[in-house]
């Protein structure tokens, strides 16, 4: 005989999700804050923001659209080598790199703008950019100009540097009265004016200083930090003269000469910031009579076309840093490390769709 069949408990309902409309509610808020969040970085929401998009298409404006190809620093050779350590940096850096000892480099010579076929002279400017791989892999990242100080202090002034640039339809060339209206607006542009003003485009990427610009951190093996700028001083004789007038393309197979001989070497001296001295202003030089550490010997022995070369695909991020350095409060400082990124992201997708970085090509 069976039992008899219980009644049914009334609490005994199938599960339903509670306040369904609230759930719902809180799913399209969550949504909408990611939404916001992606406008808010891209800039959808304030078309006037200074976004890394906005300067990468200013400088694409400027340069041209050349698919593969960095948006500034276009034109380039890689070189490869090597970063002989003194030791003396250990005391104010735990970097391994900074340790006595060889650590490996790959780098890059370049000069402005977004032309990989502009020629050599049309710019005073000459820039190094380094790699250095630690035994433990980490990696500090560095790109340096020959000229001593930045124009400008902030990323917005950079920007309205880059329009007032911008070229005029009808000469090619920017106009001077605009860019006459940038300078006066900008007075903390003075000391790049001056050095300006009386630098020649040098004949060799040899023979050039190079500034790292922005100051950064060395931290110690205590913990401390001290303020710290760079450059890399060159030890390799003299200039030479560029034949007059000065062909397009000099600068790379003048490079390729040199090392066809020895390899070239540049002391890389650190010099140390006191309290009062900026951080934040890349327009403005420390006093000259900073302590400065001669750190050992940044030597390149080969070059090869960046084309094909180790430095084609790297992204000299100025704040790819190893333990031991750090980035500083100067704003121009994530700037670049955002605009770096959004230049790698355009021109890698270029080139995974068939765009081809050539080795460097006579002027057209």
């Known amino acids: 005989m069976s039992s008899p069949t219980p009644p049914p408990d009334p609490t005994d309902r199938p599960l339903r999700p509670p306040f369904p409309l609230a759930r719902w509610a809180l799913i399209a808020a969550a949504v909408t804050g990611v939404t916001a969040a992606f ?28 698919p593969g190809y960095r948006r500034n620093h276009a ?37 402005p703008g977004g032309n990989p076929h502009a020629p050599d002279f049309g710019v005073p400017i000459r820039s190094l ?25 902030t990323p917005q002034a950079f920007y309205e540097q880059l329009a007032a640039g911008r070229p005029d339809p009808a000469t090619g060339k920017p106009d001077p009265a605009k860019q006459a209206a940038f300078f006066a607006a900008h007075p903390e542009t003075s000391a790049f004016r001056a050095w300006a003003k009386n630098h020649k485009p040098s004949a060799s990427y040899a023979t050039e ?7 950064f951190y060395f931290v110690d093996a205590a913990g401390t930090r001290h303020a710290v700028r760079w450059r890399v001083v060159a030890d390799n004789g003299p200039e030479g003269v560029a034949p007059a007038p ?7 197979s003048e490079l390729r000469r040199r090392l066809a001989q020895a390899p070239l070497r540049w002391r890389l001296l650190v010099t140390l910031g006191q309290a009062d001295d900026p951080t ?24 090869e076309p960046q084309a094909q070369g180790a430095c084609r695909d790297i992204n000299f991020d100025p704040l790819i840093l190893p333990a ?21 992201r355009r021109r890698t997708a270029e080139q995974a ?11 057209r």
């Not at 950019?129 to 202090?153: C, E, I, K, Y």
């Not at 200083?209 to 100051?215: C, F, I, Q, S």
């Not at 000065?246 to 790379?252: H, K, T």
Request: a negative charge; glycine letters at 12%.
């Open 39 to 66: 406008g808010y970085v891209g800039g959808w929401l304030d078309p006037h923001r200074l976004t890394p998009q906005r300067i990468v298409d200013r400088l694409q404006v400027n340069g041209g659209l050349h």
């Open 280 to 303: 934040a202003d890349a327009t403005r030089i420390w006093p000259q009579d900073r302590p400065e550490i001669d750190a050992g010997s940044v030597v390149l022995e080969r070059s």
């Open 209 to 215: 200083t190079y500034y790292g610009l922005n100051a």
């Open 129 to 153: 950019a380094l790699r250095l791989t630690q035994a433990d892999g980490q990696q500090w990242r560095t790109g340096m100009n020959s000229m001593p100080v930045f124009p400008v202090a």
């Open 246 to 252: 000065p062909p397009e393309d000099l600068l790379e």
């Open 324 to 344: 031991g350095i750090a980035g500083s409060d100067d704003p121009l400082l994530p700037a670049r490390s955002s605009a770096y990124a959004e230049s790698y």
């Open 353 to 363: 769709g068939g765009a081809a970085v050539h080795a460097q090509e006579p002027h």
């Open 75 to 111: 034109k380039g050779v890689c070189v490869i080598g090597h970063f002989d350590s003194n030791g003396q940096a250990a005391r104010y850096s735990k970097a391994a790199l900074f340790a006595p000892g060889r650590t490996p480099l790959v780098g890059r010579f370049a000069i």
